[in-house]
């Protein structure tokens, strides 16, 4: 069983190997898996319960050939 000292210092050497953002951008998208898992779980569609800022907007397609003059 690890105690608390080697705990640290394995969390010592992870963050001196990857970095601290390398480790905050794993921890986002593992909590985005997770939340993802659970929503499935629970049978809700992946945008539901979200504002519409956090939804990404689609552009609308761009007509050619068309000119204002």
């Known amino acids: 069983m690890l105690g608390w000292q ?3 210092i394995i969390l010592v050497m ?3 190997i990857f970095g601290t953002s390398k480790i905050s951008g ?8 997770i939340r993802d898992f ?4 629970k ?3 992946p945008d ?4 519409s800022e956090e939804i990404p907007k689609e552009e609308a397609p761009k ?4 000119r204002n003059e």
């Open 6 to 8: 080697e705990l640290l």
């Open 14 to 16: 992870v963050m001196l």
């Open 26 to 33: 794993i921890g986002k998208s593992l909590g985005s898996a």
């Open 38 to 41: 659970r929503d499935s779980m």
């Open 43 to 45: 049978g809700e569609s």
């Open 48 to 51: 539901e319960g979200k504002t």
């Open 63 to 66: 007509e050619a050939g068309t």
